[in-house]
Nanobody, 121 residues
């Protein structure tokens, strides 16, 4: 079993920055592709950014140029650097990962519990 735990959320003023972390723990696993999602009240969960194990990244148009996704495979941790935050970035941010585990090299998808980001105007 693998656990994903997000941290780094909080309340900030518009224009400021936050850095989210997603740490994976467990035994006998390897993280494959990872994502950050977010969900604002009344809205569907939306994909914010994706990063492959090799570090190739993609972003939603709404965050391009402001957010940077990264990962440290040795630490089993993914990050989201969020700059120039806007009130519309307010949401619960979730970590998501495809995880290989052994024995058997099974592939399973995991979610974290989420961390709240609130941006005031």
């Amino acid at each position: 079993q693998v656990q994903l735990v997000e941290s780094g959320g909080g309340l900030v003023q518009a224009g400021r920055s936050l850095r989210l972390s997603c740490a994976a723990s467990g035994s006998a696993f390897s993280l494959n592709i990872m994502h950050w999602y977010r969900q604002a009240p009344g809205n569907q969960r939306e994909l914010v950014a994706t990063i492959t194990r090799e570090g190739s990244a993609n972003y939603a148009d709404s965050v391009k140029g402001r957010f940077t996704i990264s990962r440290d495979n040795a630490k089993n941790t993914m990050y989201l650097q969020m700059n120039n935050l806007k009130p519309e970035d307010t949401a619960v941010y979730y970590c998501n990962a495809d995880v290989y585990s052994w024995p058997g090299m099974s592939l399973k998808n995991y979610w974290g519990q989420g961390t709240q980001v609130t941006v005031s105007s």
